[in-house]
């Protein structure tokens, strides 16, 4: 790419000083972001609404699932261990559906990246969505780029003071709200909010409130593109995710170079006016190409755009483009001078994206398999189960009749909202007894029944004893199975009968 004019124009820098010189740490510059419109402002403005809507409603929303549960429709119930989604339940053994969701989430993400670069960091990541809110709050207050950079190197008066104020006290009262709204998702929002405003809440909610609100106010509010630049690691490695027909927000310099002003002869169409430097929220220029600051949030488009509808020329000097495309239409307008021949043979050059390709078809492959595995899993999950624990000591029990007896704890988790009455069964060599002292009464076979926990978890003693004359080995395979009232087997756990040497 042909260095910009500006540049070459620059009288030779002094030699560079030795690097003992050099400071351990810069000062950040800061950056002031230029307020712009056009289609794609009105998109992130839409998603912002949505992604903000979207966690501040949530927590309020409800769903009845009976007596004596939350009928809040999203929450992760800390005390019960549950996780409720709508009409889904998870236990905490159900664990490896979290799991399934981040890894959908990952391979998602990989995805789109290489479809259409950082949309993610443009559009929804946390990080942009709540920076984006607290600079238009900044820009409400205190005005725009110029009058905030102004505003800024004024000395402190009462009226800089009162600005100040207001703008954190905002900033203060949104991230009060974040926080407040993060802990909803844990607690009953209804309840968690009126015991924060009343001080009745615990020194653990009032800990949690405080520090999501402290963070949102520091990376929001002051960090911004630092976070972006410094603390996030998917830059460093997104690039990998990336190929040359990604959809990129691109700077079309066989178009734009050379710069020069608008009335110039010879020169393309960017006038070097830095437009798309205002508006950037990490204070880059496009133009100097792929860069890792560059979150692809395209506000740089809609700038570029509105100097050239000014100046009478097409859009699009700035616009989401392929890498295969840039270089095709470099090529295609090698030797021609800057005019209407040349943009016509420049955007001819150019061939749709190829959404298609291996990388992308290994990554939808991907997602179908995870997403059918966990599909088939939820569909399959055990509604009833059961867990026998042997007792550890004493292993056995030699009864006075010269009997020997074994005692078992018998867990059956219920994973819904009725109460069945279960038979418990053993399978084990002809003889055995079953004992339960717990026992809610017997069915006609005479099998213990045992009476299941609504969603929660329900334990009895079991004791299985071989009489006399039963001559069994120091370890003996049983099993013991649930049977509902018709019969069939809900669960079945395998163990074993131990006992002294024959």
């Given at each position: 790419?042909k260095a910009?004019?500006?540049?070459?124009a620059r009288?030779?820098a002094?030699?560079?000083a030795p690097?003992?010189d050099?400071?351990?740490y810069?000062?950040?510059?800061?950056?002031y972001?230029?307020?712009?419109?056009?289609p794609?402002?009105r998109?992130?403005w839409a998603v912002?609404?949505?992604?903000?809507g979207?966690?501040?409603v949530v927590?309020w929303?409800?769903?009845d699932?009976?007596?004596?549960?939350?009928?809040q429709?999203?929450?992760?119930?800390?005390a019960?261990a549950r996780l409720?989604?709508?009409?889904?339940?998870?236990?905490?053994q159900?664990?490896?559906f979290l799991?399934?969701a981040?890894?959908?989430g990952?391979i998602a993400?990989?995805?789109?990246?290489s479809l259409?670069?950082?949309?993610?960091?443009g559009?929804t990541?946390p990080?942009t969505?709540?920076?984006d809110l607290?600079m238009?709050?900044e820009?409400?207050?205190e005005g725009?780029?110029?009058e905030?950079m102004?505003l800024?190197?004024?000395?402190?008066?009462?009226?800089?003071?009162?600005?100040?104020?207001a703008?954190h006290a905002?900033w203060?009262?949104i991230a009060a709200a974040?926080g407040g709204a993060?802990i909803?998702?844990?607690?009953?929002a209804?309840?968690?909010?009126?015991?924060i405003?009343?001080?009745?809440?615990s020194a653990?909610?009032?800990f949690?409130?405080?520090?999501?609100?402290?963070?949102t106010y520091v990376?929001a509010g002051?960090?911004?593109?630092?976070?972006?630049?410094?603390?996030?690691?998917?830059p460093?490695f997104?690039a990998a995710m990336?190929?040359?027909?990604?959809?990129?927000?691109?700077?079309?310099?066989?178009r734009?170079?050379p710069?020069g002003?608008?009335?110039?002869?010879?020169?393309?169409d960017?006038?070097?006016?830095?437009?798309?430097?205002?508006?950037?929220?990490?204070?880059?220029?496009i133009?100097d190409?792929?860069q890792?600051?560059?979150?692809?949030?395209g506000?740089?488009i809609?700038?570029?755009?509105?100097?050239?509808e000014r100046?009478?020329r097409?859009?699009?000097?700035i616009a989401?483009?392929?890498l295969?495309?840039?270089?095709?239409s470099?090529a295609?307008?090698a030797g021609?001078p800057?005019?209407?021949?040349r943009?016509?043979?420049?955007m001819a050059?150019r061939?749709p994206?190829?959404?298609?390709?291996p990388?992308?078809l290994v990554?939808?492959?991907?997602?179908?398999?995870v997403?059918?595995?966990m599909?088939?899993a939820?569909?399959?999950?055990e509604t009833l189960?059961m867990?026998v624990i042997?007792?550890?000591?004493?292993?056995?029990v030699?009864?006075?009749d010269?009997?020997?007896?074994?005692?078992y704890t018998?867990?059956?988790?219920?994973?819904?909202?009725e109460?069945?009455?279960?038979?418990?069964?053993?399978?084990?060599?002809a003889g055995l007894?079953l004992?339960v002292?717990?026992?809610?009464?017997?069915?006609a076979?005479g099998r213990?029944l045992?009476a299941?926990?609504?969603d929660?978890?329900?334990q009895?003693?079991v004791?299985v004893t071989?009489?006399p004359?039963?001559?069994l080995?120091?370890?003996?395979?049983i099993a013991?199975?649930l049977l509902?009232p018709r019969g069939r087997?809900?669960a079945r756990?395998?163990?074993?009968f131990?006992?002294?040497?024959?």
């Amino acid at each position: 790419m042909k260095a910009p004019e500006r540049l070459q124009a620059r009288p030779a820098a002094a030699s560079p000083a030795p690097a003992a010189d050099l400071p351990l740490y810069a000062d950040r510059q800061k950056v002031y972001p230029k307020a712009v419109r056009g289609p794609v402002r009105r998109v992130k403005w839409a998603v912002l609404a949505l992604c903000l809507g979207l966690y501040y409603v949530v927590p309020w929303l409800r769903w009845d699932r009976g007596p004596g549960v939350p009928d809040q429709a999203v929450l992760v119930d800390i005390a019960n261990a549950r996780l409720f989604f709508l009409w889904i339940e998870l236990w905490p053994q159900e664990i490896y559906f979290l799991a399934g969701a981040l890894i959908l989430g990952a391979i998602a993400l990989f995805a789109v990246s290489s479809l259409f670069g950082r949309l993610w960091c443009g559009f929804t990541c946390p990080q942009t969505v709540w920076t984006d809110l607290f600079m238009w709050v900044e820009r409400l207050i205190e005005g725009d780029r110029v009058e905030r950079m102004r505003l800024d190197k004024a000395p402190w008066t009462a009226a800089k003071w009162a600005r100040k104020t207001a703008k954190h006290a905002a900033w203060l009262a949104i991230a009060a709200a974040t926080g407040g709204a993060w802990i909803m998702y844990f607690n009953d929002a209804p309840t968690v909010t009126r015991e924060i405003l009343t001080g009745t809440a615990s020194a653990r909610v009032y800990f949690f409130f405080g520090l999501f609100t402290t963070t949102t106010y520091v990376l929001a509010g002051w960090a911004r593109e630092q976070v972006c630049t410094y603390m996030c690691p998917w830059p460093r490695f997104q690039a990998a995710m990336l190929d040359e027909h990604s959809l990129v927000v691109s700077y079309r310099a066989w178009r734009g170079e050379p710069r020069g002003k608008a009335k110039a002869q010879g020169v393309g169409d960017c006038v070097d006016c830095l437009a798309c430097v205002q508006v950037c929220p990490t204070g880059i220029d496009i133009r100097d190409g792929q860069q890792l600051e560059c979150i692809g949030c395209g506000l740089c488009i809609d700038a570029c755009d509105q100097i050239m509808e000014r100046l009478g020329r097409p859009k699009g000097l700035i616009a989401f483009e392929t890498l295969s495309n840039l270089a095709a239409s470099e090529a295609a307008v090698a030797g021609l001078p800057p005019g209407p021949e040349r943009y016509a043979r420049g955007m001819a050059a150019r061939r749709p994206p190829r959404f298609i390709r291996p990388r992308t078809l290994v990554y939808a492959g991907m997602l179908s398999v995870v997403s059918l595995a966990m599909l088939a899993a939820f569909l399959l999950r055990e509604t009833l189960g059961m867990t026998v624990i042997h007792d550890r000591a004493p292993t056995f029990v030699r009864l006075s009749d010269g009997g020997v007896r074994n005692g078992y704890t018998v867990k059956i988790a219920n994973k819904t909202r009725e109460t069945p009455m279960l038979a418990l069964a053993l399978e084990g060599p002809a003889g055995l007894r079953l004992a339960v002292p717990d026992a809610a009464g017997s069915d006609a076979a005479g099998r213990p029944l045992l009476a299941a926990r609504p969603d929660g978890l329900a334990q009895y003693r079991v004791f299985v004893t071989a009489p006399p004359a039963l001559r069994l080995a120091e370890s003996t395979p049983i099993a013991f199975r649930l049977l509902d009232p018709r019969g069939r087997a809900v669960a079945r756990e395998e163990s074993v009968f131990l006992g002294p040497k024959p």
